[in-house]
T-cell receptor, first 113, second 117 residues
């Protein structure tokens, strides 16, 4: 089975500070990992994905994520948060044997001015 | 850019009504998906389709059916709407040529917020 966990319902950070949104996964094979962002009353927008290769993946809007196989984690990071980054963030995983993505429950990121 | 559109942003229906949610994608994608999103539960897969007239149940298919008569269009049907089907419904699509489904990006529509009274 494939599963993903986002241990924090909400993350609060001040503008200009670095941010981390955590994600851990469980798969039987090699994982394909994705991050999506959702702004209020909108659909999900793709941020970045890890398929293979470099463990540090860079994506849209200055976000990056680090794949850590030993810790089965794929945390989302940004060096300097913006108020406009405030949104709901979803991590998702797909194992090679599965045809569908499994999503985490989401983490609300609130960036204060 | 990939575009996935949904027929309504907001919909209000009464208990027992038959409800149709429409989704259209313009990138000739084989695979299409319907999810519902509820606070604290994340996204849950209702149904997906990997080709015209093909469908597979997701994690929570009860109370729903789907139709895919044309490649670009995937419809979600609530045969008899109930209040517990009040939710945000999200459609998505992904290209699905052999081997690439696993690594390709899934694109989402803007969502339909359905309220069943």
């Amino acid at each position: 089975a494939q599963s993903v966990a986002q241990p924090e319902d909400q993350v609060n950070v001040a503008e200009g500070n670095p941010l981390t949104v955590k994600c851990t996964y469980s798969v039987s094979g090699n994982p394909y990992l994705f991050w999506y962002v959702q702004y209020p009353n909108r659909g999900l927008q793709f941020l970045l994905k890890y398929i293979t290769g470099d463990n540090l993946v860079k994506g849209s809007y200055g976000f990056e994520a680090e794949f850590n196989k030993s810790q089965t984690s794929f945390h989302l990071k940004k060096p300097s948060a913006l108020v406009s980054d405030s949104a709901l963030y979803f991590c998702a995983v797909r194992d090679l044997g599965y045809s569908t993505l499994t999503f985490g429950k989401g983490t609300m990121l609130l960036v204060s001015p | 850019d990939v575009k996935v559109t949904q027929s309504s942003r907001y919909l209000v229906k009464r208990t027992g009504e038959k409800v149709f949610l429409e989704c259209v994608q313009d990138m000739d994608h084989e695979n299409m998906f319907w999810y519902r999103q509820d606070p604290g539960l994340g996204l849950r897969l209702i149904y997906f389709s990997y080709d015209v007239k093909m469908k597979e149940k997701g994690d929570i298919p009860e109370g729903y059916s789907v139709s895919r008569e044309k490649k670009e269009r995937f419809s979600l049907i609530l045969e008899s709407a109930s209040t517990n089907q009040t939710s945000m419904y999200l459609c998505a699509s992904i290209s699905g040529t052999s081997g690439s489904t696993f690594t390709d990006t899934q694109y989402f529509g803007p969502g339909t917020r359905l309220t069943v009274l």
